[in-house]
């Protein structure tokens, strides 16, 4: 029984928006799966009393002030973007709903 | 699908079904900068020129959290009677729209910094006020998204856009998400205490400082989630979340058609599909949007790159003692204050000026006198205007002078109005008013004796019965002196020229 299945891997490309074929979501499914598996070894060791981490570093509330910074100019800003108009990231049409 | 028309009857639908409702309220705090960068939050900016690299999920940008924003989430907390977090996490929520330049949002998921509270709420009824409490399931803080333009489709709207336009100023500003716990209240109350709960929630935002909570723009947003079960059953029925009810009359009707539309399904044996839906508030009907089993898969994980939040208790506990007093008590204290009856109470109340009667009867008013043109001309002023009560150009401390003009004899009711109007008009102060548009009451005896012998002249007839003995008649020797003057004469004064003129 592997730990994660093909319908599961097809689902995340879905939800990734990467277009994979068939006998790449095989591919990915194996390759996944070993990556899972390698993973799963650390529940082995880990014992009740140890939470799991989700920070490397033992840091808690790192705060900045509620003071102004310079932001980029909207030029700026939109440099990068590969289509602008009206002062706006251009974007294709959007299927689906607003989330 | 059944139209509103065909719809069984509110009444009907709950002689049949419960209600359940879940209320999840964004409120945009007010800080001055971003959740987790230092760009401005101000309304109103070119499109663009409030984003960096971190809002704008540029590679190498890392977000800091903005401490303002955390001591409001524990503010607005403690106000619901929440427990505050010892140590909670941010969440990615993940998701391919382009309203977040990085492709997800930074949330909190199962580690919310406020949980586990509740708030009283008061609804009229026939059997006179009645207190709910509502249960709060949890508070948590998260992040705006970007503004998007539709293009090419009718109206602005998605469906048929040829391409859409991204704005990212709002991308990152503060938002705390309020969720309720699941709402069971008598059926024919349910709408009402939807509405209740979130006028509650915006008093007590805008008590506390955070958030001036408007709704019109935006800075708090209101999602209605219903479901019906038959009456007297226990397990929940499949619900619907009606997105972005932003009037605290939207939210009242949108359940109110929700509960009438799940009704109509359900009899004709057609089950509820758990999805989102749009209201609309010119046809005030919800239509499908979409599925939520199918949507909602954001693979949240913990943000990697905010380090956990852990409040000291010693902070929260100085936080606590920042907060306002509870509004439902400071409505009590004031009306007891005022002298207001429950029914004078609930329409300052919910004309939104208890605030502003409040300043002008400390700016030397008098409770009548303030209550009466905050809930008469301004509001009427405010309604056609479509703008905010506080927001057309009138303060307490005007209020409050035509108010002490008044006492003073300057101004009569009528002279009052039109000093009020002129202020509400941006002719400048209640005294510049006065004097621009010669408002003031003339009780100089000149100007009115003149006026007096005019109308005596006029009226012999009615001069004859005052010379009678008839007292009665002297009324429509003022009313014709009041017209000569336009209403600007002492009708005190008038009375006794006349009198003294009619007598000798």
């Known amino acids: 029984m592997p730990s994660i299945s093909r319908d599961e891997v097809a689902h995340l490309a879905r939800l990734a928006r990467l277009d994979l074929q068939s006998d790449e979501v095989d591919h990915l499914a194996g390759q996944l799966d070993q990556i899972i598996d390698a993973v799963g070894q650390v529940a082995q060791v880990a014992a009740d009393d140890i939470p799991p981490t989700s920070h490397a570093l033992p840091v808690t509330n790192v705060f900045r002030p509620d003071e102004l910074r310079p932001c980029l100019s909207a030029e700026a800003a939109l440099s990068g973007a590969p289509e602008a108009e009206d002062g706006r990231f251009r974007v294709p049409q959007i299927l689906g709903e607003e989330q | 699908m059944p139209t509103i028309t065909t719809l069984p009857s509110f009444d009907a639908a709950i002689n049949r079904f419960d209600p359940v409702m879940g209320m999840e309220v964004h409120v945009e705090l007010g800080t001055t900068t971003k959740m987790f960068c230092g760009c401005s939050t101000e309304f109103g900016a070119e499109p663009n020129a409030q984003v960096c690299p971190t809002c704008l999920g540029l590679p190498g940008s890392l977000p800091v959290v903005n401490r303002v924003a955390v001591e409001s989430a524990i503010r607005i907390g403690l106000a619901l009677n929440c427990r505050i977090a010892e140590h909670c996490r941010f969440a990615r929520k993940n998701y391919f729209y382009p309203d977040m330049p990085k492709n997800f949002q930074v949330s909190q ?170 209201w609309h508030e010119d046809t005030g009907e919800t239509t499908a949007g979409r599925v939520k089993e199918e949507a909602e898969d954001y693979r949240y994980f913990p943000e990697p790159d905010l380090v956990p939040v852990a409040p000291a208790r010693d902070w929260v506990e100085q936080l606590r003692g920042t907060l306002p007093e509870p509004p439902a008590a400071r409505r009590s204290r004031l009306q007891a204050e005022w002298g207001f009856t429950d029914l004078e109470m609930r329409d300052v109340v919910n004309a939104g000026a208890v605030g502003l009667v409040e300043e002008t009867i400390a700016a030397g008013a008098d409770a009548a006198g303030a209550k009466k043109w905050w809930l008469g001309v301004v509001a009427r002023t405010a309604n056609e205007r479509g703008a905010g009560i506080d927001e057309v150009g009138i303060t307490p401390a005007d209020v409050a002078r035509v108010q002490t003009l008044i006492g003073e004899g300057t101004l009569n009711d009528k002279l009052a109005r039109q000093v009020v109007e002129g202020v509400l008009a941006g002719e400048g102060s209640p005294d510049e008013v006065v004097t621009a548009r010669g408002l003031a009451i003339v009780s100089d005896d000149a100007a009115l004796g003149t006026a007096v012998d005019g109308a005596i002249a006029a009226m012999p007839d009615v001069a004859e019965k005052i010379r009678g003995g008839n007292m009665g008649a002297v009324g429509a020797l003022i009313g014709a002196v009041m017209k000569a003057t336009g209403g600007q004469a002492d009708a005190k004064r008038v009375r006794e020229l006349i009198v003294e003129r009619l007598s000798g």
């Open chain 2, 109 to 278: 998921y199962d580690e919310p910094i406020a949980f586990d509270g509740w708030t009283d709420v008061t609804v009229d009824t026939d059997d006179g006020a009645r207190v709910f409490r509502i249960g709060i399931e949890r508070a948590h803080m998260e992040e705006d998204t970007g503004k998007s333009l539709h293009v090419g489709g009718a109206t602005g709207r998605i469906h048929g856009a040829s391409h859409s336009l991204l704005d990212y100023n709002r991308a990152g500003i503060p938002l705390i998400e309020i969720v309720t716990k699941p709402i069971e209240v008598p059926p024919a109350l349910a709408p009402a205490v939807a509405r209740a709960y979130v006028t509650e929630l915006r008093e007590l935002i805008r008590a506390l400082g955070v958030s001036e909570a408007r709704m019109e723009l935006g800075q708090m947003r209101c999602d209605a989630n219903v479901s019906l079960k038959p009456t007297g059953a226990s397990s929940f029925g499949t619900r619907t979340e009606t997105k972005n009810v932003n009037s605290l009359r939207s939210v009242e009707r949108a359940v109110t058609y929700e509960i009438r539309r799940q009704a109509a399904a359900l009899d004709s044996g057609t089950a509820i599909v758990q999805e989102t839906r749009h």
